[in-house]
Nanobody, 126 residues
Framework: QPQLVESGGDLVQPGRSLRLSCAAVGLNVAASEIAWFRQAPGKEREGVSCISARGGTTIYTSSVEGRFTISRDSTKNTVYLIMTDLKPEDTAVYYC???????????????????WGKGTLVTVVS
């Protein structure tokens, strides 16, 4: 069973930036579809971004488009979510996830996810 371990969550002020990391064990991130989800208190888990297993296609939910960037480092077997211009509504537990899909596109539909990390908390407050 692959393991995904998130880190980098913190408490920051609006407008600041954070980089979340997702280190994978038992899974090659360079050949896997990886996604980031988040869950705010009292809300459903929502897809934030993904990167495809082939071709490196990326997708972002509209609320983070232009502010967040997903990337992967195959030498460290790690996927990152770089978050800039953070807003209070970005406050949530952020989860790294992986799918066994191996296509040139990717999905941020939680029903397509096979493996989940345990999450890292991001709090944006003045």
């Amino acid at each position: 069973q692959p393991q995904l371990v998130e880190s980098g969550g913190d408490l920051v002020q609006p407008g600041r930036s954070l980089r979340l990391s997702c280190a994978a064990v038992g899974l090659n991130v360079a050949a896997s579809e990886i996604a980031w989800f988040r869950q705010a208190p009292g809300k459903e888990r929502e897809g934030v971004s993904c990167i495809s297993a082939r071709g490196g296609t990326t997708i972002y939910t509209s609320s983070v488009e232009g502010r967040f960037t997903i990337s992967r480092d195959s030498t460290k077997n790690t996927v990152y979510l770089i978050m800039t211009d953070l807003k209070p509504e970005d406050t949530a537990v952020y989860y790294c996830a992986a799918s066994e899909r191996a296509y040139y596109d990717c999905t941020i539909n939680k029903n397509d996810i096979d493996y989940w990390g345990k999450g890292t908390l991001v709090t944006v407050v003045s």
